[in-house]
T-cell receptor, first 118, second 113 residues
């Protein structure tokens, strides 16, 4: 069964500090892994997308890593700001399988709720 | 380009009623996917439409249905509403199937009483 597990469930840090969020997945066949940021009451916004051949990708203060061998990804946030308070969701997309049924199917993690305090 | 728009933004219905939600994708995007988000289950995939055809479907009962029009706008319908259908319903659009670059709308908050 395809699964995406994120840790920790929630995290509280002080403004200016760094943090790392984890994502483990069992989706197969693998196509790409995405990190989304979702502010309360709004739709998710894409931070990074990584394919099998990419092991790191940055978007400003956000840096995602991917280890396709161990099926793990992390999202590192540098010099956190109050506006980083949100839910961070790891999503894995399946590639086309022999039957063509998995193509594009997304499996979502439960998210990590990050709270940044001043 | 304008982003993904969803209407209505908020909706209150009673059990047993039906509801139709609307999603207008980004201009030029032909794929529209629908998701249900609840505090307990997180984001769950409902279905994906591409060129007016349902291409992928999640594990939801037949009460949940959708369609896509020739202009790529999509509607989602839920019949015989249950309390557990209370959720944020999100739609996302992308140029191609599989949604490599997928953009989400703000969602429709449905409350079933």
């Amino acid at each position: 069964k395809n699964q995406v597990e994120q840790s920790p469930q929630s995290l509280i840090i002080l403004e200016g500090k760094n943090c790392t969020l984890q994502c483990n997945y069992t989706v197969s066949p693998f196509s790409n892994l995405r990190w989304y940021k979702q502010d309360t009451g709004r739709g998710p916004v894409s931070l990074t997308i990584m394919t099998f051949s990419e092991n790191t990708k940055s978007n400003g203060r956000y840096t995602a890593t991917l280890d396709a061998d161990t099926k793990q990804s992390s999202l590192h946030i540098t010099a956190s700001q109050l506006s980083d308070s949100a839910s961070y969701i790891c999503v894995v997309s399946a590639a086309r399988d022999a039957g063509g049924t998995s193509y594009g199917k997304l499996t979502f993690g439960q998210g990590t709720i990050l709270t940044v305090h001043p | 380009k304008a982003g993904v728009t969803q209407t209505p933004r908020y909706l209150i219905k009673t059990r047993g009623q039906q509801v139709t939600l609307s999603c207008s994708p980004i201009s030029g995007h032909r794929s529209v996917s629908w998701y249900q988000q609840t505090p307990g289950q997180g984001l769950q995939f409902l279905f994906e439409y591409f060129s007016e055809t349902q291409r992928n479907k999640g594990n939801f009962p037949g009460r949940f249905s959708g369609r896509q029009f020739s202009n790529s706008r999509s509607e989602m319908n839920v019949s015989t509403l249950e309390l557990g259908d209370s959720a944020l319903y999100l739609c996302a659009s992308s140029e191609q199937r599989g949604g490599y670059e997928q953009y989400f709308g703000p969602g429709t908050r449905l409350t079933v009483t």
